[in-house]
C-alpha cells in the first residue's frame, strides 16, 4: 500500500517568533519556480508538519499558508475548557490554525506523568476537535534491555486508541534515541513499525492498519533518513532536534519526496 510519507518538525521549547518566520520563509522558498525540479519538493510527495511552542503557532500558521505544511501543537488538555492553567483546548488549537496535535511524546510522560489513560483521552478530545493526534509511543532503555520494548508498546497504543474513532497517525519513538544522538538501526525500528502494524490489524483491521502513517523519531537527521525511510513499514519521520535547522529539515524532506512511492 502507497502511503504519502510525513515529515514532521517537533520544535519543543525552541526558537522565537523572527526565528520561526525565517524557518517558514526557506520553506516556502522550497516549492518556488525557480528551483530545479529535482530540488522542489511537492506538498503531494510528502506531507510536512511543524508543531511549535504555543506562542509560535500564530506565526507559524501564518508564515506555512498556502499549503507549503500543516501546523499542529505539541499537546493539548482532555477537557474542553475550565480551570486548568497552562493547558490549552482543541479548540483553541483548531482556532489558532492547527489541523494535528502530538499526544503522549515521552517529554511529556516523563515531566508531566502523564499516564497512557490520560494520553487516550487527550487523543479522543482532539478528535472530536477536528484535530489528527500524531500519537507517540516508545520504549526506555531499560525497558529494551529487559525484553518489554513490545508489550510496552502494546500497551501505550491500545490505551492511546481506546474508544478513538477518528483519524490518527503512528509515531514510533524509541525513548533512548531522543535527543541523545543514538539511533535505532534501520532493522530494529522496521521491527516495532512492523509490530505497531500487525497490532493495528488487530483492533482495527488489515486494510486501515494498512493506511496509517507510523513514523519513526529518535536521533533522525539527513544522514541516516534514507537507510530508515527504505524500511517497508517506516513511512517518514518526527525530526526533533535537526528540525530545529531550515537546511537539515529541508535536505530531509528532500529525501522523503525522492523516494516516496
Ligand atoms: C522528538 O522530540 O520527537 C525527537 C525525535 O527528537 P530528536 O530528533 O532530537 O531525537
Redesign the pocket.
Known amino acids: 500500500m502507497a502511503r504519502t510519507p510525513i515529515l514532521a518538525a ?1 520544535w ?1 521549547m525552541n526558537m522565537l517568533r523572527a526565528e520561526a518566520a525565517s524557518f517558514c520563509e526557506q520553506l516556502r522558498g522550497l516549492n518556488e519556480a525557480d528551483r530545479a525540479p529535482a530540488d522542489r519538493v511537492s506538498a503531494d510527495r510528502v506531507e510536512v508538519l511543524v508543531f511549535p511552542s504555543f506562542p509560535l503557532l500564530d506565526t507559524v500558521a501564518a508564515g506555512l499558508a498556502g499549503g507549503v505544511a500543516s501546523v499542529g501543537g505539541q499537546d493539548v488538555h482532555p477537557k474542553a475548557s475550565g480551570a486548568h492553567t497552562g493547558d490549552v483546548s482543541a479548540a483553541q488549537l483548531v482556532d489558532a490554525g492547527c489541523s494535528w496535535v502530538l499526544c503522549g ?1 515521552s ?1 511529556r510522560r516523563r515531566d508531566h506523568g502523564e499516564s497512557d489513560e490520560w494520553i487516550g483521552l487527550k487523543v479522543k478530545a482532539a478528535q472530536e476537535a477536528g484535530l489528527i493526534p500524531l500519537v ?1 509511543v516508545g520504549e526506555t532503555r531499560e525497558e529494551r534491555s529487559q525484553g518489554q520494548t513490545l508489550d510496552v508498546l502494546k500497551r501505550q497504543v491500545t490505551a492511546a486508541l481506546d474508544g478513538s474513532s477518528g483519524s490518527f497517525e503512528l ?1 514510533y ?1 524509541p525513548v533512548w ?4 544522538g543514538e539511533t535505532a538501526t534501520p532493522e530494529m525500528a522496521q521491527e516495532a513499525h512492523a509490530f505497531l502494524r500487525r497490532l493495528l490489524g488487530d483492533m482495527l483491521g488489515a486494510e486501515r492498519a494498512s493506511q496509517v502513517r507510523i513514523l519513526y ?4 537527521k539527513p544522514e541516516n533518513v534514507d537507510e530508515l525511510y527504505a524500511e517497508n513499514d517506516i513511512d517518514g519521520f ?6 530545529l535547522d531550515s537546511e537539515k529539515f529541508s535536505a530531509m524532506m528532500r529525501s522523503c519526496a525522492r523516494s516516496a512511492p
Open positions: 517537533n519543543k511524546h517529554e507517540c509515531a519513538e534515541a531522543i535527543g541523545t523519531g529518535g536521533s533522525a518526527l525530526v526533533g532536534g535537526a528540525s
